[in-house]
């Protein structure tokens, strides 16, 4: 479903379901009210429950959402996957006069968003998606070391997890992701590379584990951000799960048929749970990051937040609130470009930056 938030005398309308209804919860708390905006009679309760107004309509053309969308100051998606949505949001908020944002991990996103920063320039508003745990923490970090070290050639971050588990979106968007291989940026370009395309044992902060490279935002966000041409990203995962991850995938390729994945992401809703509060409180996200010049230097940074599905409901409130405020900005934007690298220590659980220089 889709969500919206009103303030007195401004607007702002978000979208999703599990991580829609913390965010929801999160705005409540900071003062706001969602308007709930949803495909299903589904969203009427939970706006009823909360003593908030609801819309239902669907996303099948721009102009519907445009019609739905009138009078809103911010319109903040967060139903995925992005790739079907993003697009069509986009495209309304445009015609509207509505800020833009999602909490997308999607590259193809982020490049939609930046292909449409003239048409954002002339409407006079901001497109910034990935305002959650993809990617505020690395973004934030990744103009940190960019300051640390001004020349640096070279951008590797990673990310681990403990006591967290993907929301049913996210895990359907690494699904659809699965048969289009990995992706890093050489030289200041995009490159597809396959799935575990490298792997490197990395210290979070508790030694050195095992990690692999992953199509993460950050290799389109963190170029927009710093300007660093060579940037790869590593998720953690044993050594024995990347071995049969490179066995699998020269089979990957059938997910790309309908049924398949339509079969898969069946599969997913049969089978997913979502995170008790207790679970949600209890778990961490770690951050790691590297930058090299060509001389060698190199600066290392890490940290750790609160768990990831609490850090973007507060992320995608805390923009929104920053959008529905007084500011100058407009067209496409990095979250750390928007609020400055600063917006980390306002983090969830944010535990300070560490740095290492070699």
């Not at 996957?81 to 908020?93: E, L, V």
């Amino acid at each position: 479903y889709e969500i919206g938030v009103r303030l007195v005398g401004s607007e702002m309308c978000i979208r999703d379901s599990y991580t829609g209804r913390l965010i929801v919860d999160e705005a409540i708390r900071r003062g706001l009210k969602p308007v709930l905006a949803g495909r299903s009679t589904d969203v009427v309760a939970i706006a009823s429950k909360n003593g908030l107004e609801s819309k239902i309509f669907k996303l099948s053309s721009v102009g519907q959402v445009k019609s739905q969308i009138a009078g809103f100051d911010v319109i903040a998606n967060c139903a995925g996957p992005f790739s079907a949505t993003a697009k069509t949001m986009i495209q309304a908020c445009l015609q509207s006069n509505a800020h833009y944002i999602d909490i997308t991990g999607e590259i193809s996103v982020y490049d939609y968003a930046n292909s449409q920063d003239d048409a954002a320039l002339a409407s006079g508003v901001v497109l910034c998606p990935g305002v959650g745990s993809d990617v505020i923490p690395t973004d934030c970090l990744a103009a940190y070391l960019k300051e640390k070290c001004p020349d640096a050639t070279h951008l590797t971050m990673g990310w681990v997890t403990k006591g967290s588990r993907p929301s049913k979106g996210t895990a359907k968007t690494a699904v659809e992701g699965l048969a289009f291989g990995g992706k890093i940026r050489e030289d200041g370009v995009l490159k597809t590379v396959p799935l575990a395309h490298k792997e490197r044992e990395i210290d979070f902060g508790f030694g050195p584990i095992n990690t692999m490279t992953i199509p993460w935002g950050d290799v389109y966000t963190a170029y927009h951000s710093t300007g660093i041409p060579n940037i790869e990203f590593y998720f953690a995962r044993s050594r024995k799960a990347v071995k049969k991850l490179r066995i699998q995938r020269n089979f990957l390729a059938i997910t790309k048929i309908g049924w398949v994945m339509k079969l898969i992401k069946s599969r997913i809703d049969k089978v997913w749970n979502p995170t008790t509060a207790e679970e949600r409180a209890k778990a961490q996200s770690f951050f790691w990051g590297e930058v090299k010049n060509k001389k060698g230097k190199t600066v290392v940074g890490r940290f750790s937040t609160g768990d990831g599905y609490n850090v973007t409901a507060w992320g995608t409130v805390e923009v929104a609130k920053y959008l529905l405020g007084d500011h100058d900005h407009k067209g496409y934007y990095t979250p750390s470009i928007l609020l400055g690298k600063e917006l980390i220590e306002k983090i969830p659980g944010f535990s300070g930056l560490e740095f290492e220089t070699n």
